[in-house]
């Protein structure tokens, strides 16, 4: 396609640009680049921080090996982790070939990669304003502000700062093919947006940025062509609208792609995302964000890496950053013929944040971000430095204390980036510095806490984990405690992170994790050993009973006369339907410690599932006496009372222990359905009772059933029928098909409005348990 003007085309007019000799805008590029590396050199002596420096460089296996033709394959096809972004994958393979596992060299490229950026911003809005030193001053801003440290100090944002050196370079081109349309002009453009397409998603708002400098400063358009309503000049006006977007429909066509692309890959990997969060919220906490950003950039104080979602937004402070957002457009607005810089400014401010803004799908956890600043801010310093210079002019002193303000500015920002800079010298120190300036982060908590750990500061760890944990019982929490506890030998206490991380979680990264790191190692040394006995946890917490059986077999090889990890072999031996071989272990157990209450009451349980009620019955009498307050035991006691055929003994050890243990829903089901249902204990109305509190503790097909049997027992068959129902229909669900068998025989009695009464010689217990 030739995009070359014809000669009936409408007149696209430009200003006059003044004419800057090469060699002042080389100095000025010159000192431009050697100060910003001066700037953030100290970042080189940086390492990688364990906050996705480790994911997506460090122990990603298709980074880490360095250029490989499976790692490039791979670059250009994965979405895997957060969304397509091939170019920033290739410059982190390209660094690990170069500089391996040492951080100081993929600090410096990104170091190169911004001076690279900032050159290249002087140099398109050199082109498209032809201002030599206001364009300098932008270009300054956006090298030196203390927002932008972020992007360039941490090694998993390389995507940010090659999205900016691409998206500036689609500027400059945009202005030498403003200058002279041609196909080869326009094809640069598209070679720079599809690269930063392939750095960053966050590019897609370029095109509008595009629009927006058609408007001012190549005043493509006037004024006077948006009042396309007038009869006057209609088609001509029409033309030339189409003409400004026709330009750029091959990016939108690419923007539409990327979006789409990016909404998938979020969705299939499982980042963050807004969906389950009311719109009031999204909307309140973005306008909360832009009042942020606008704060920060003209007070860069208390900047964090984590920035918490809010959760709850006060609505006075909403309508503020509405009043506030408001009215800076408002007057951009009225301002718009006589300083037409200030609304292009602000809504290139204003809209290339959109996508991060919180509307949408998020990555991350993050309520804002300072990286998300990195192009955006760029319209601020655009409005402010032309805005600033026309004040300036309206009078001589303005213009002698023009250099120094803007000098003044400058040298403020240079040194606030010094300092953020430090806080980015290592994990420990970045994350202290996010408790710091927000002690909610939950997230640094748990990060601070794994790096303390890799240090060998365990009690330091602890300290912050528990603190981390007071604030939310995250799985990243979690799962660092487990580590902790084992490194100081507490395994008793790392036994309950793991059990709740296991079963909240069991498809987690963060479990996944632990249950690889568990499985390495040698059994000779004792951590590993600890950790072998909570990967057997883990796995049976899971549902892989076997697999955890054969775990703790590894660890019997070694420690034959390890007490409780032959108590949980022989119990997932049970789960696993190696009765015999359970069996057999614990018997082993209790002549090695004949006092043990647990190995006691568990041979006493296997005993009774196979029918030797009795010698059961003396295995739990002998584990009371030794824990008489153990309330599982006295449970499995009272069952093995009623199947010897005396409900009343049993009704009486069930009570004591729901005196010990208020909720114990085994306990709360069996003794509300021993007195709907047993005509020695018959009792419906504290049946009822109990069913509620059963069903309180736990709502399922088995405790729905005890309720209805309760129901039925109290006469009030209606509201038995209905619950009967719902308990076939959660058995059916679940395909526990012998349960529903007998749900359904019962509602066919509660049908005939007969109660489910058992036989006055009955020895059964509950059979849905």
Not at 61 to 82: N, R
Not at 275 to 283: A, Q
Request: proline share 5%; aromatic share 10%; hydrophobic share 45%.
């Amino acid at each position: 396609m030739n995009l070359e003007p014809r000669s009936n085309s409408p007149a696209l007019p430009r200003n006059e640009l003044p004419f800057t000799p090469t060699t002042e805008v080389a100095k000025v590029a010159l000192g431009l680049a050697l100060l910003t590396f001066l700037i953030f050199l100290p970042s080189v002596e940086h390492t990688f921080v364990n906050y996705d420096d480790d994911v997506f460089v460090t122990n990603n296996p298709k980074v880490a090996p360095g250029l490989t033709w499976e790692g490039i394959k791979w670059a250009f096809t994965t979405t895997e982790i957060d969304f397509w972004r091939p170019l920033s994958w290739l410059s982190h393979m390209l660094d690990m070939e170069l500089f391996g596992p040492l951080g100081g060299g993929h600090h410096l490229t990104s170091i190169l990669i911004h001076i690279a950026a900032t050159l290249m911003l002087f140099f398109a809005l050199h082109r498209l304003a032809g201002e030599l030193w206001p364009s300098a001053v932008v270009a300054a801003l956006f090298a030196w502000h203390p927002l932008h440290v972020e992007s360039v100090a941490w090694i998993a944002e390389r995507k940010d700062v090659l999205c900016g050196f691409f998206w500036f370079l689609t500027l400059w081109a945009y202005a030498r093919y403003v200058e002279r349309p041609c196909n080869e002009r326009y094809a640069l453009i598209l070679v720079g947006f599809a690269f930063g397409s392939m750095s960053k998603p966050m590019i897609v708002t370029l095109p509008c940025v595009l629009l927006l400098l058609d408007y001012w400063p190549l005043r493509r358009i006037e004024l006077s062509a948006l009042a396309i309503w007038q009869e006057k000049d209609r088609r001509v006006k029409l033309a030339l609208w189409w003409r400004l977007f026709s330009e750029k429909i091959p990016m939108f066509a690419a923007v539409v792609a990327l979006s789409l692309s990016t909404a998938i890959a979020q969705k299939e990997v499982g980042t963050e995302s807004t969906e389950l969060i009311p719109w009031s919220i999204r909307v309140s906490n973005s306008l909360l964000s832009y009042k942020a950003y606008l704060s920060q950039t003209f007070w860069p104080s208390n900047m964090s890496v984590l920035y918490p979602y809010r959760k709850a937004v006060p609505l006075l402070g909403a309508l503020g950053a509405f009043g506030l957002c408001g009215g800076a457009t408002l007057l951009c607005l009225l301002r718009l013929r006589q300083q037409p810089y200030l609304i292009v400014g602000w809504l290139w401010f204003l809209g290339v944040l959109v996508p991060v803004i919180g509307l949408f799908k998020v990555v991350g956890e993050q309520s804002h971000a300072d990286r998300y600043t990195y192009v955006p801010l760029v319209g601020l310093f655009i409005g402010l430095v032309w805005g600033v210079r026309e004040v300036a002019r309206c009078n001589r002193h303005g213009i002698r204390a023009l250099p120094w303000l803007s000098g003044s500015i400058l040298l403020v920002c240079a040194i606030g980036t010094r300092l953020q800079l430090r806080h980015w010298e290592d994990s420990v120190t970045l994350f202290k510095r996010a408790i710091e300036v927000n002690p909610q982060t939950v997230t640094a908590y748990a990060n601070l806490g794994a790096q303390l750990i890799m240090n060998g500061r365990n009690e330091e760890a602890l300290t912050y984990l528990e603190r981390g944990l007071a604030l939310e019982r995250a799985t990243g929490i979690l799962g660092n405690l487990v580590f902790c506890h084992i490194r100081l030998g507490q395994f008793e206490r790392a036994r309950v992170p793991a059990y709740e991380l296991a079963s909240r979680w069991p498809s987690d990264r963060i479990t996944l994790h632990l249950l690889r790191e568990f499985r390495a190692g040698s059994v000779d040394d004792p951590i590993v050993l600890d950790q072998r006995k909570i990967l057997a946890l883990m796995l049976a917490t899971r549902g892989e009973h076997a697999a955890a059986a054969n775990v703790l077999a590894e660890v019997l090889a070694k420690t034959p006369l390890d007490i409780d990890s032959r108590i949980d072999r022989a119990a997932y031996l049970a789960v696993s339907k190696q009765e015999s071989e359970a069996l057999t272990l614990l018997e082993e157990t209790v002549r090695l410690m004949p006092s043990h209450p647990i190995a006691l009451s568990n041979l006493g349980s296997l005993l009774a599932k196979r029918g030797q009620t009795q010698e059961a019955l003396t295995l739990y009498q002998r584990s009371l006496k030794l824990s008489p307050e153990n309330v599982d035991t006295r449970h499995n006691y009272a069952l093995a009372l009623l199947r010897l055929g005396k409900p009343l003994e049993a009704r009486a050890e069930f009570e004591s222990v729901l005196k010990r243990k208020t909720d114990h829903l085994a306990t709360l089901q069996q003794l509300a359905w021993l007195l709907a249902t047993h005509p020695a204990c018959l009792e419906p109305k504290s049946a009822m009772k109990l069913a509620n509190s059963a069903m309180a503790v736990h709502k399922s097909s088995q405790t729905l059933d005890v309720a209805a049997a309760a129901l039925a027992a109290n006469q009030d068959f209606q509201a038995s029928l209905e619950l009967i129902s719902q308990a076939i229909e959660l058995a059916r669900r679940f395909k526990l098909t012998e349960h529903e068998k007998a749900l359904r025989s019962r509602a066919l009695l509660y049908q005939d409005r007969q109660s489910f009464i058992q036989a006055p010689s009955s020895t059964n217990t509950y059979q849905g348990l």
